[in-house]
Nanobody
Framework: QVQLVESGGGLVQAGGSLRLSCAAS????????MGWFRQAPGKEREFVGS????????YYADSVKGRFTITRDNAKKTVYLQMNSLKPEDTAVYYC?????????WGQGTQVTVSS
């Protein structure tokens, strides 16, 4: 059983920055690839990026590449999403995700709103 809790969302002006956190339970956190997804109103949930268990590799959607950075602290069982140069189109609920033994786990999400 894995529990994920996101935090750090809020309202920010275009061009600003936010850092989201996702705190996880589970003894094998350092083995989990962790992902970030987002869902804007009226749209499907989309992949933002991911980071491997060791933190050695990261992957990003083209829409956020160069602006967003994913890191993790395995001692704290936490993964971060640093978002810079935010745009109004980044407005969405952001979720962290992991898959363990074929089962997807999601947090409750945190709202990010970028005003123009």
């Amino acid at each position: 059983q894995v529990q994920l809790v996101e935090s750090g969302g809020g309202l920010v002006q275009a061009g600003g920055s936010l850092r989201l956190s996702c705190a996880a339970s589970g003894r094998a956190f350092s083995r989990y690839t962790m992902g970030w997804f987002r869902q804007a109103p009226g749209k499907e949930r989309e992949f933002v990026g991911s980071i491997t268990g060791s933190g050695g590799s990261t992957y990003y959607a083209d829409s956020v590449k160069g602006r967003f950075t994913i890191t993790r602290d395995n001692a704290k069982k936490t993964v971060y999403l640093q978002m810079n140069s935010l745009k109004p189109e980044d407005t969405a609920v952001y979720y962290c995700n992991t898959k363990v033994v074929g089962r997807d786990y999601w947090g409750q999400g945190t709202q990010v709103t970028v005003s123009s």
